[in-house]
């Protein structure tokens, strides 16, 4: 990976490391020399002079390499987490269902994907470029000690092993807590964002939330601290004890080094030479463990990103052609649940939606309407029986080309951190920028006109969340109403697709945008195979056909005036709601909402 993101600059922080991995060895063995030859006396300063200058020239590189390092480091970086990112967020598009989405335990991994993948790579290949030059300099300073003192060496070397494992274990520990904690974390940052969202803001505040949310917050902090304090506690327990050791060992070493050197066995320079092979040894020795146990948590964590990566599509489908639609869409006999865990929500659904037609699907709340509606777009499959494009299981069709049939506007629809423009023209990406094509669709979904007198029109920011009023871009909030009318010119700029689906398309209008709507979208579904679903009966009654879903069966279905007849569950509800609309004083009025 970091060799696709920026070879030149991997090659030049090897080259740089090698370099200056010699360098501490080099300062060392020239001080020695000149010490030795200070020591002979003030006839021996000449000779100074040459190991002095070759001081000094190393002194230099010492100095410039930690910045070119650096630099050359942080431009490697940059370019492996940008590679990396790409290629994380392309596996994550390749998921074209949404179980994975709801899944905690991917979202999790996730998670840590998006934090190890960025910077893993570039943070593993410093640490391997530290190890290759800490093992450069602690050879240099070995070989160096052997020649004074092997048996010191030889202990040097044994004590850094325990340290070693000890720390590679607690690097797996860390590793291992992180994804532990990964649930803790999650709903730490979900108590959080309640607590600075303008959406939640109104509740929080009415219903005096705040503290107890609060709370939880930091309970779940404190919960992900105690564990990481633990942790901690063990890395303090190694580093103190191998500081003490370290420290002892050279104390010892140092003793030796000077008796030695009063008895005339070792120069000044050899003493010298010996007090900083030890130290350059134990330095190298505690950067390279240190460094390895880095890598060794961050490769760790690095395994989901990984994961998420290597993540198979979850949806495959191998037709690529989809002709467009001439008889109909046919469930038959689906079964569906959204997972093993949970109860079945569609229980044998039989059902047609011919070409050119429009079905309502009306019923109580929970009884799987929206759920039918994200098997058509298959967001999943279902887990006995098939939804057929005519007569092609949709098994077989590559989601992407499938939905490029559709267009729709769902129960939960978004709204865009964009312009209002932007928000109809996403719709469909090839006439984002049609401003022709982007204003009837807002004519036909009724946004037009509240659009149009926006500050800037449709270069108008729109926004749910927040907007900087210092930025030249001012943002406005729209209603509820006014973005569920963007929503649907969305759905509008591609209804030329070969389905239509509204869920709930006009729960947030006023009654008499409500019955514009519905109006509007009666001429555009007209001869358009479409599937509508409302609660609000008076919006459904003329469709082609309505079928009323109760606890995942279809309970029964017919036209309007078929099911008024038979007075089943359509015929209740439908009596309920016009109730809800007469007045108890004046005769009983035939249709409930406004008229379809
Ligand atoms: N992503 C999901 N994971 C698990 N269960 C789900 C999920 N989405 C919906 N359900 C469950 O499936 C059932 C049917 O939900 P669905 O949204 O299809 O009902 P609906 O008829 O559209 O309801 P409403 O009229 O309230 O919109 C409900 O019991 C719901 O809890």
């Known amino acids: 990976m970091?060799?696709?993101?920026?070879?030149?600059?991997?090659?030049?922080?090897?080259?740089?490391?090698?370099?200056?991995?010699?360098?501490?060895?080099?300062?060392?063995?020239?001080?020695?020399?000149?010490?030795?030859?200070?020591?002979?006396?003030?006839?021996?300063?000449?000779?100074?002079?040459?190991?002095?200058?070759?001081?000094?020239?190393?002194?230099?590189?010492?100095?410039?390499?930690?910045?070119?390092?650096?630099?050359?480091g942080n431009e490697l970086d940059r370019r492996?987490?940008?590679?990396?990112?790409?290629?994380?967020?392309?596996?994550?598009?390749?998921?074209?269902?949404?179980?994975?989405?709801?899944?905690?335990?991917?979202?999790?991994?996730?998670?840590?994907?998006?934090?190890a993948g960025g910077s893993t790579p570039g943070q593993v290949l410093n640490a391997v470029f530290a190890v290759a030059g800490g093992l450069i300099t602690l050879a240099g300073f070995l070989v160096s000690l052997l020649t004074i003192s092997p048996p010191m060496a030889v202990v040097l070397l044994l004590g850094a092993v325990p340290v070693l494992g000890a720390e590679l274990v607690l690097a797996r520990r860390r590793a291992a807590s992180d994804w532990r904690l990964g649930p803790v974390e999650r709903r730490e940052f979900l108590y959080a964002t309640l607590l600075s969202s303008a959406n939640a803001a109104k509740e929080i505040r009415l219903f005096g939330l705040a503290a107890f949310l609060h709370d939880r917050m930091l309970r779940e902090r404190s919960v992900a601290e105690r564990e990481r304090r633990g942790l901690d506690r063990s890395e303090l327990r190694i580093q103190l004890a191998l500081g003490l050791t370290a420290a002892l060992v050279a104390g010892g070493g140092l003793v030796w080094a000077i008796t030695q050197a009063g008895r005339g066995a070792l120069s000044v320079g050899d003493v010298s030479m010996f007090v900083a092979?030890?130290?350059?040894?134990?330095?190298?020795?505690?950067?390279?463990?240190?460094?390895?146990?880095?890598?060794?948590?961050?490769?760790?964590?690095?395994?989901?990103?990984?994961?998420?990566?290597?993540t198979e599509p979850d949806l495959r489908g191998t037709r690529r052609e989809l002709p467009p639609l001439t008889g109909g869409i046919e469930f038959?006999?689906?079964?569906?649940?959204?997972?093993?865990?949970?109860?079945?929500?569609?229980?044998?659904?039989?059902l047609v939606v011919p070409y050119g037609r429009g079905v309502g699907l009306v019923g109580g709340n929970g009884s799987g309407k929206?759920?039918?509606?994200?098997?058509?777009?298959?967001?999943?499959?279902?887990?006995?029986?098939?939804?057929?494009?005519?007569?092609?299981?949709?098994?077989?069709?590559?989601?992407?080309?499938?939905?490029?049939?559709?267009?729709?506007?769902?129960?939960?629809?978004?709204?865009?951190?964009?312009?209002?423009?932007?928000?109809?023209?996403?719709?469909?990406?090839?006439?984002?920028?049609?401003?022709?094509?982007v204003r009837e669709a807002a004519r036909r979904a009724g946004a037009e006109e509240f659009v149009a007198a926006l500050p800037r029109g449709y270069d108008t920011l729109i926004t749910r969340v927040f907007f900087d009023s210092s930025d030249d871009e001012e943002g406005v909030f729209l209603s509820g109403g006014q973005g569920q009318r963007v929503a649907v010119a969305?759905?509008?700029?591609?209804?030329?697709?070969?389905?239509?689906?509204?869920?709930?398309?006009?729960?947030?209008?006023?009654?008499?945008?409500?019955?514009?709507?519905?109006?509007?979208?009666?001429?555009?579904?007209?001869?358009?195979?479409?599937?509508?679903?409302?609660?609000?009966?008076?919006?459904?009654?003329?469709?082609?056909?309505?079928?009323?879903?109760?606890?995942?069966?279809?309970?029964?279905?017919?036209?309007?005036?078929?099911?008024?007849?038979?007075?089943?569950?359509?015929?209740?509800?439908?009596?309920?709601?016009?109730?809800g609309y007469r007045e108890p004083d004046r005769p009983a009025m035939t249709e409930p909402g406004p008229p379809g």
């Not at 070879?7 to 501490?24: C, D, E, F, L, Y």
């Not at 074209?96 to 998006?114: K, Q, Y």
């Not at 038959?332 to 039989?350: C, K, Q, T």
């Open 2 to 72: 970091a060799w696709r993101a920026g070879a030149v600059w991997a090659v030049s922080i090897a080259a740089v490391t090698a370099v200056s991995s010699g360098v501490p060895v080099a300062v060392a063995w020239l001080t020695k020399l000149v010490l030795d030859r200070l020591a002979g006396g003030p006839g021996a300063l000449p000779d100074v002079l040459g190991p002095a200058l070759a001081l000094m020239a190393l002194g230099l590189v010492a100095g410039v390499q930690p910045s070119v390092r650096r630099f050359a």
């Open 80 to 115: 492996i987490s940008l590679l990396a990112q790409d290629r994380l967020y392309t596996a994550v598009s390749r998921l074209s269902g949404l179980a994975r989405f709801e899944d905690p335990a991917f979202i999790d991994r996730l998670r840590l994907a998006t934090q």
């Open 277 to 310: 092979s030890v130290a350059g040894v134990q330095a190298g020795l505690s950067g390279i463990i240190t460094e390895i146990a880095v890598a060794a948590r961050r490769l760790l964590l690095f395994q989901h990103y990984l994961a998420v990566v290597g």
């Open 332 to 350: 038959r006999d689906v079964w569906f649940r959204y997972g093993p865990e949970h109860p079945w929500v569609l229980r044998g659904v039989s």
């Open 370 to 437: 929206s759920t039918l509606v994200k098997l058509l777009c298959r967001f999943y499959d279902p887990e006995k029986g098939a939804v057929l494009w005519d007569g092609v299981d949709l098994r077989e069709i590559d989601p992407a080309v499938l939905r490029a049939r559709i267009s729709g506007v769902f129960q939960d629809y978004m709204q865009y951190d964009m312009t209002a423009g932007e928000n109809i023209g996403l719709g469909d990406l090839d006439r984002f920028t049609d401003r022709a094509a």
């Open 490 to 579: 969305r759905a509008m700029l591609r209804g030329d697709r070969d389905v239509l689906i509204l869920d709930e398309p006009s729960s947030g209008l006023d009654a008499e945008a409500e019955h514009e709507l519905h109006t509007r979208l009666k001429e555009h579904r007209r001869g358009r195979t479409s599937l509508l679903i409302s609660h609000r009966l008076g919006a459904v009654r003329d469709a082609d056909v309505l079928v009323v879903l109760e606890n995942g069966v279809v309970a029964e279905q017919g036209t309007h005036d078929e099911l008024m007849a038979a007075g089943g569950v359509y015929a209740r509800m439908f009596t309920i709601q016009a109730s």
